[in-house]
């Protein structure tokens, strides 16, 4: 079993980590190819810094967690990350603002990547029923955006089922990343198989090295 290293995503996302805690995570994950390291916007520029001569990308959401705000709102925030540094950026979308103007917000948020990375979507999938999901597969499969990032820990069960209803809808040229707590290596496995291009996982210290090992 080889897990390409450069098809996950570290989520380091606890805001009550210290300046210390956040520094001693980052540098020891350093060490790793991996594609991505996530935080909260405030800490993007502190990432970012602490990343220099590595090619791992720093990540974060926008209007995160609930996704509400307005367009304007999330053109500042948009912006205020790819400044920062970002190259990683979703944005979270409130299912009821993907079938009503997705498109359209995405046209007027895209613009802000300044060329770097496609700008994705963000959809907290764990507070979604089946319902809203099955809908949602539709409306995702009419959106030109590259890229969908999907729920923050989300059990191994909540991740394959969520995979199994989005990747029906799926563009040939859309990418899903999959959010993970504390997956094994063999759950890693088998989201890869379930479809997701990408994983992101918060327990990347205990991980990493085993699959450093194993590769």
Request: net charge negative; aromatic share 10%; hydrophobic share 45%.
């Amino acid at each position: 079993m080889e897990i390409e290293l450069e098809r996950l995503s570290i989520m380091l996302m606890d805001p009550t980590l210290t300046d210390q805690q956040f520094k001693d995570e980052i540098l020891f994950l350093k060490e790793f190819p991996v594609r991505s390291i996530f935080v909260l916007p405030y800490a993007i520029t502190r990432a970012k810094q602490l990343l220099v001569g590595t090619a791992i990308q720093v990540g974060s959401f926008v209007d995160f967690p609930l996704g509400g705000g307005t367009l304007a709102k999330k053109a500042f925030e948009t912006g205020q990350m790819y400044r920062d540094g970002a190259s990683d950026v979703f944005v979270t979308m409130a299912p009821e603002q993907l079938d009503l103007n997705g498109n359209l917000s995405y046209q007027a948020l895209e613009q802000l990547s300044f060329g770097r990375n496609a700008l994705g979507f963000f959809l907290d999938s764990s507070h979604l029923t089946d319902n809203q999901k099955q809908v949602l597969t539709t409306d995702i499969a009419q959106l030109n955006v590259s890229a969908i990032s999907l729920g923050v820990n989300l059990t191994m069960e909540q991740a394959i089922y969520d995979m199994s209803i989005f990747r029906t809808g799926r563009k040939r040229r859309m990418t899903f990343q999959v959010n993970v707590k504390a997956p094994t290596l063999l759950e890693i496995e088998l989201l890869f198989q379930a479809g997701a291009s990408y994983i992101g996982i918060n327990n990347g210290r205990e991980i990493l090295p085993l699959i450093s090992k194993w590769n």
